[in-house]
């Protein structure tokens, strides 16, 4: 050993003083069975007393390989995967995919498409601000809040029942358009539900928004800097808070919305109580933009012939099966209720017209070769969609923030590659760093900020 080298000992008083400072941190799980983490999420935390000294986040317990998935089958067959990201919002999901394919293929969808997706992009994601609040205030006490905003967010789920035939796993975007036009009563139902929507909101700003005991759990809580969340890349209700006002519908216009005239609410110390009134305040904001839409949405061309009488699928089936086939073309087959609104007379109205992306009205499906053909080209494995080789990147702003979908393709039926940008991913990443510091009883107030959608950030 080197005369230049030094050994430093402990006195076993100083050992022992080591010993007791770790003993007298307690090291605890919250999750992944703890019902205010949703289920599927873990946060280890070092506890001294009620005080966090540090704090690591585990994910990945919903994962279902939905970028995997997604290149095992042909391009249509992955709308029933984006439901389940945010399968809260799912329709925005549908709409963001949807939009990247259509972008790789070059197509234009009809204009009354555009705002069917603007109308119920919105109204999900109104949906997706009355569960977090709802959920985050019932996770803080106020249990009366949360029954509330699920009345309020059953209405909206009956207006998207009405409409794609589902209330959460829809599968309602197709490319180059939406699975079926709008009911004929959907516009007077969904002002009715706007209408018991915002005196809702406003009950609960009174329950809530002056309420002593919510705003010493929220203001002042969870704390992020617009540097930080910008480092982090965090985007949506979660970096608005911090007083930066960047929105994919404004940044960078999609659809309709730069045809309406809406505002994009902003926070200004980055704290729970800041992203509360965002998420309060982007209510409002979508239903205006809801009732802009509806105002402003054509009816569009439809350009088909309707001359013909109504025979039933299964006449007209038989009639074909023995060479009876003259006139047939004229013929209209009288559809099922689950087909209504996918037939010829709004065809056109909702699809992009192009006979490489979409599957043909299902009276002509029925009723003529030529369309039964295009259908199977569409729906057959091996044929299908084909984009052109090349790659893409599509964004919308999702009910956590930018929602982004990359595709890779190859020129085949099947997508090549498939990347999602979930939004919530990044807050979650700061997480640790913000609930640090804290008290133990102040996780649950900001992991409610955060909207963690376990199939979106898991995916």
């Given at each position: 050993m080197s005369d230049s080298t030094t050994i430093t000992t402990k006195t076993p008083e100083e050992t022992k003083q080591e010993v007791e400072k770790s003993n007298k941190n307690m090291m605890l799980n919250v999750g992944p069975s703890h019902p205010a983490m949703h289920g599927v999420i873990q946060i280890s935390v070092e506890l001294e007393g009620e005080v966090i000294r540090k704090a690591d986040i585990e994910i990945g317990y919903l994962h279902r390989a939905f970028e995997k998935h997604s290149e095992s089958g042909t391009y249509t067959q992955v709308f029933p995967y984006t439901d389940?990201?945010?399968?809260?919002?799912?329709?925005?999901?549908?709409?963001?995919?949807?939009?990247?394919?259509?972008?790789?293929?070059?197509?234009?969808?009809?204009?009354?498409?555009?705002?069917?997706?603007?109308?119920?992009?919105?109204?999900?994601?109104?949906?997706?601000h009355l569960t977090c609040i709802g959920a985050s205030a019932m996770e803080l006490g106020a249990f009366s809040v949360f029954l509330y905003m699920m009345k309020a967010r059953e209405w909206l789920y009956e207006l998207t029942e009405n409409v794609t035939g589902a209330r959460i796993t829809i599968s309602y975007g197709r490319i180059g358009g939406v699975k079926a036009d709008l009911p004929k009563e959907f516009t007077e139902q969904c002002r009715q539900a706007l209408k018991k929507t915002r005196e809702v909101l406003e009950e609960v700003d009174g329950l809530l928004t002056r309420n002593r005991i919510f705003m010493d759990r929220m203001r002042g809580v969870g704390v992020i800097s617009a540097e930080d969340a910008?480092?982090?890349?965090?985007?949506?209700?979660?970096?608005?808070?911090?007083?930066?006002?960047?929105?994919?519908?404004?940044?960078?216009?999609?659809?309709?919305?730069?045809?309406?005239?809406?505002?994009?609410?902003?926070?200004?110390?980055?704290?729970?109580?800041?992203?509360?009134?965002?998420?309060?305040?982007?209510?409002?904001?979508?239903?205006?933009?809801?009732?802009?839409?509806?105002?402003?949405?054509?009816?569009?061309?439809?350009?088909?012939?309707?001359?013909?009488?109504?025979?039933?699928?299964?006449?007209?089936?038989?009639?074909?099966?023995?060479?009876k086939t003259a006139g047939l073309l004229k013929n209209e087959t009288l559809l099922e209720p689950t087909l209504e609104g996918t037939g010829k007379?709004?065809?056109?109205?909702?699809?992009?017209?192009?006979?490489?992306?979409?599957?043909?009205?299902?009276?002509?499906?029925?009723?003529?070769?030529?369309?039964?053909?295009?259908?199977f080209k569409i729906i057959m494995l091996g044929h299908g969609i084909r984009p052109p080789k090349g790659e893409v990147y599509n964004m919308v702003e999702g009910g956590n923030g930018e929602l982004g979908f990359y595709i890779v393709s190859d020129g085949t039926d099947r997508p090549w590659r498939v990347?999602?940008?979930?939004?919530?991913?990044?807050?979650m990443a700061a997480l640790a760093g913000i609930i640090t510091g804290g008290q133990m009883a102040d996780i649950i107030a900001t992991f409610g900020s955060v909207n963690m959608i376990a199939g979106e950030l898991d995916r």
């Amino acid at each position: 050993m080197s005369d230049s080298t030094t050994i430093t000992t402990k006195t076993p008083e100083e050992t022992k003083q080591e010993v007791e400072k770790s003993n007298k941190n307690m090291m605890l799980n919250v999750g992944p069975s703890h019902p205010a983490m949703h289920g599927v999420i873990q946060i280890s935390v070092e506890l001294e007393g009620e005080v966090i000294r540090k704090a690591d986040i585990e994910i990945g317990y919903l994962h279902r390989a939905f970028e995997k998935h997604s290149e095992s089958g042909t391009y249509t067959q992955v709308f029933p995967y984006t439901d389940r990201l945010n399968y809260v919002s799912p329709a925005i999901n549908n709409f963001g995919y949807a939009g990247a394919v259509e972008k790789l293929m070059g197509l234009e969808i009809p204009e009354r498409c555009k705002y069917i997706r603007v109308i119920m992009s919105e109204i999900a994601r109104v949906a997706d601000h009355l569960t977090c609040i709802g959920a985050s205030a019932m996770e803080l006490g106020a249990f009366s809040v949360f029954l509330y905003m699920m009345k309020a967010r059953e209405w909206l789920y009956e207006l998207t029942e009405n409409v794609t035939g589902a209330r959460i796993t829809i599968s309602y975007g197709r490319i180059g358009g939406v699975k079926a036009d709008l009911p004929k009563e959907f516009t007077e139902q969904c002002r009715q539900a706007l209408k018991k929507t915002r005196e809702v909101l406003e009950e609960v700003d009174g329950l809530l928004t002056r309420n002593r005991i919510f705003m010493d759990r929220m203001r002042g809580v969870g704390v992020i800097s617009a540097e930080d969340a910008i480092s982090f890349g965090i985007t949506g209700p979660f970096l608005r808070s911090t007083g930066v006002a960047y929105d994919v519908r404004k940044a960078w216009p999609y659809l309709v919305y730069d045809r309406m005239n809406f505002d994009v609410p902003v926070g200004t110390t980055g704290d729970n109580f800041d992203r509360y009134l965002v998420r309060m305040e982007e209510m409002q904001q979508s239903m205006r933009i809801i009732e802009q839409a509806l105002d402003q949405i054509p009816e569009g061309p439809t350009n088909i012939d309707h001359e013909g009488r109504v025979i039933e699928p299964d006449l007209m089936a038989d009639l074909g099966k023995f060479g009876k086939t003259a006139g047939l073309l004229k013929n209209e087959t009288l559809l099922e209720p689950t087909l209504e609104g996918t037939g010829k007379r709004v065809h056109l109205q909702i699809r992009a017209n192009d006979k490489d992306a979409w599957i043909p009205p299902k009276e002509q499906v029925y009723s003529n070769i030529e369309a039964l053909m295009n259908h199977f080209k569409i729906i057959m494995l091996g044929h299908g969609i084909r984009p052109p080789k090349g790659e893409v990147y599509n964004m919308v702003e999702g009910g956590n923030g930018e929602l982004g979908f990359y595709i890779v393709s190859d020129g085949t039926d099947r997508p090549w590659r498939v990347r999602c940008n979930g939004p919530c991913m990044r807050p979650m990443a700061a997480l640790a760093g913000i609930i640090t510091g804290g008290q133990m009883a102040d996780i649950i107030a900001t992991f409610g900020s955060v909207n963690m959608i376990a199939g979106e950030l898991d995916r």
